[in-house]
């Protein structure tokens, strides 16, 4: 919350609103699903409601909790108003809806004016300090492990949806609080959709399989893929695969404190050559707390990559009716290059 | 969609633009992550991005899918600019963010009014049909079967994430996509929040633990609790479980079309006597697509019950240092009163 301060004065702005529940956990701890948390120079205020009244006093610290019995907005309103004179509020216009902001205005009153906070408390999160690293660590071995158990496991007859079960089940098993998204298992003809979710379709011989799942441990987000085939792959398969881990590779060692994420993407794309043309999404995308926060490593990004910062890197191609291939891993920018957090063996493999 | 293009007349608009990813899944059939809805009076459009071409080809009906390689909003403005003359679009203030409202303006351009569109989707979906219904009897009876299936081998020494991971595996291997939110399972003083999370925390003799888990099987949602103690309770937990027992038929019992929700919110409290100090949620809410939805039957709840409404109805009463218990039902409005989707026994079980 102090770092936040600090961004007070550039952004002209007394306090500031944090609506987004994953900034409000980051920033005080809170894990509840209703939260507002106004972060002023010499204080801060959770308000929640009545549910969140003991987890609140156990998990918030730097913050005094309010329990709102006639709503957050309410609440926080009669906070801003006991302050008195003009005050500038930053908040987040991609966090609170067109509705909420009219309920602000509303219950803060005419004295209060609005500021664009951006992205202030995003910005903060992108860089990851050494606790949070350990605990991204954790999450990507958890991930990696369950991976390394399921995969050989899978054969032709076992449906999608009993892949994702037995995946997301060893995540729990694993001390994992869940899955950090909704596990992919597409295959065939599926695979070629890139966020495809799980059917009650069988695996089948001669198939791709696209796996793409992660793990929450300790709040902390992992993200990994791999794509392997049932049975003996036609030489055109093997091609494509080879041509993915390759712009992956190329990827991963193009990462450094200083490069911006777009060169990152571009190396993807370069190294799969005529292939690129299939590569229909970014190469990759911030992760923490969230499965996807900054930077984005996409397309003429010009944000420069910094020590700490944790980046999927994910280059895919997709070719209707032949399948899709995908192969993703969670790498740290250190001052070395990339620390790979993801290590599920990344070889062809034909099962 | 034909629905929908009745309230244009009342919303004074032209066209409407749906935002909320479940009811653009519910007006056209598209479960993707990004998209826009255009309902106009001749055609409707799906906007949405190159990841989703070939999932949107399948899924979509009803409506043409646009890809739109340069954003949905971009392509969305520009169709709208193209309509030519001035124009009102309803849209929903609670589902777009003051960030995306800033961006429809731009991409639109000063022909284009807005229009508050409220909830006019919501209450459409509140109400199911028959193909709907079949679906939430379906959801209701997984997430029964698997709970049948669950609480006789819960036992001391068993963590609450590793039952959670038994739900949740179980959901998948019966068919079901996973669950409709984080399974709660939630044993000794955690039982008294309302919700928590799992944890590494073993069962241990002598606690309560409420489960509280749904399912979501064909896009439909289900969501069911029930409490248990491990061991053999003091009269004070039965009394309070029996409390809250009491206030759940009660509340059943009370649904028919005609009946205000608030009404059925107040027979639960009624019913629960001296512990209603300790219930501090609302007694249900609506359930089909989303896992809350409307109706909500809470306090002062005007909403009229109608016909073909789901909601759930779940009283539960929450002492610090003691634990909670909990039990919830999904139920249909029906011309004879509810009818109850969750079937799991809801006598008071020692184990």
Known sequence: MDRLRLCFAGLKADCFLVSHLPNIHYLCGFTGSAGLLLVENSRSTLFTDSRYRFQAAEEVHGARVVIAPRGLVRALGGR?????????????????????????????????????????????????????????????QLISATMDDVIPAMKPGVTELEVAAQIEYQIKQRGGSGPSFETIVASG????????????????????????????????????????????????????????????????????????????????????????????????????????????????????????????????VYVQGLGGIRIEDDVVVTRRGAEVLTTTPRDFLEI
Chains 1, 2 share one sequence.
């Not at 966020?195 to 011989?205: D, E, F, N």
């Not at 450094?256 to 993807?268: L, N, Q």
């Not at 292939?275 to 707390?289: E, V």
């Open 80 to 140: 801003l108003r006991r302050r008195g004179g003009r005050l500038k509020v930053a908040y987040s216009p991609t966090h609170v809806t067109v509705a909420q902001k009219a309920a602000l205005d509303a219950a803060a009153g005419a004295r209060v004016r609005w500021v664009d906070g951006g992205d202030a408390v995003e910005r903060l999160r992108a860089v990851k300090d050494a606790s949070e690293l350990a605990k991204m660590r954790a999450a990507g």
């Open 189 to 316: 003809p599926r695979s070629a959709w890139a966020h495809a979710r799980p059917s009650r379709k069988p695996l089948r011989k001669n198939e791709l399989v696209v796996l793409d799942q992660g793990a929450i441990l300790d709040g902390y987000c992992s993200d990994m893929t791999r794509t392997v085939f049932l049975g003996r792959a036609p030489a055109r398969i093997k091609g494509m695969y080879s041509a993915v881990l390759q712009a992956l590779e190329a990827a991963k060692a193009a990462i450094r404190p200083g490069v911006s994420a777009g060169d990152v993407d571009a190396v993807a794309r370069r190294t799969l050559g005529s292939f690129s043309r299939f590569f229909t999404h970014s190469t990759g995308h911030g992760l923490g707390l969230e499965v996807h926060e900054m930077p984005r490593l996409g397309k003429d990004e010009t944000t420069k990559l910094d020590e700490g910062m944790i980046v999927t890197v994910e280059p895919g």
